[in-house]
T-cell receptor
């Protein structure tokens, strides 16, 4: 089946630094990838839609300058959390589809900002 | 405004019995519904889906029922097994929106006791 790989699985960083999270589709090409965020005991909230070769589409309330998304190839999208603060600590998950639903998810990245 | 609601945060059942997880939605534009299973620190795994043109879809031990008039769907697992213990997310999308843009409920923690 379709596999989505996410790296790193967890990261701890200091406040003010930037963190990059990678999302790869391993056995299919994905023109579109999605980035979700999950707070404890909450639902997965869509942050943005990453489009290969063009700008990402951000959901209302998500700061595009803080969460930089780059989708440079058909198999890779990156999310960079810039100038991270403790309130950015969360579980970030990417997803993609090989063109036939449903969405497949990566294993997520646990970000802790100290 | 929560468009997809899972009102039971948790459910506990005995091994071998039926597990019934419920989900309600408010947006009548939704026409495709999915259930995902999630273990801690992992991404969601697709379980089963249903299109709005159907009222039932079955896959092995898992059956999803859709009641469009009530804007309600449910996931039945029978017989339940201890390995089914996880958080189950209901998700919905509509054809008019971005492909595969999913709206998730908050999830229901299912515990199957041996």
């Amino acid at each position: 089946g379709a596999v989505v790989s996410q790296h790193p699985s967890w990261v701890i960083c200091k406040s003010g630094t930037s963190v990059k999270i990678e999302c790869r589709s391993l056995d299919f090409q994905a023109t579109t990838m999605f980035w979700y965020r999950q707070f404890p005991k909450q639902s997965l909230m869509l942050m943005a839609t990453s489009n290969e070769g063009s700008k990402a589409t951000y959901e209302q309330g998500v700061e595009k300058d803080k969460f930089l998304i780059n989708h440079a190839s058909l198999t890779l999208s990156t999310l960079t959390v810039t100038s991270a603060h403790p309130e950015d600590s969360s579980f970030y998950i990417c997803s993609a589809s090989p063109g036939i639903s449903p969405l497949h998810f990566g294993n997520g990245t646990r970000l802790t900002v100290t | 405004d929560q468009q997809v609601k899972q009102n039971s945060p948790s459910l506990s059942v005995q091994e071998g019995r039926i597990s019934i997880l419920n989900c309600d939605y408010t947006n009548s534009m939704f026409d495709y519904f999915l259930w995902y299973k999630k273990y801690p620190a992992e991404g969601p795994t697709f379980l089963i889906s249903i299109s709005s043109i159907k009222d039932k879809n079955e896959d092995g031990r898992f059956t999803v029922f859709l009641n469009k008039s009530a804007k309600h769907l449910s996931l039945h697992i029978v017989p339940s097994q201890p390995g089914d213990s996880a958080v189950y997310f209901c998700a919905a999308s509509f054809s008019g929106g971005s492909n595969y843009k999913l709206t998730f409920g908050k999830g229901t923690l299912l515990t199957v006791n041996p």
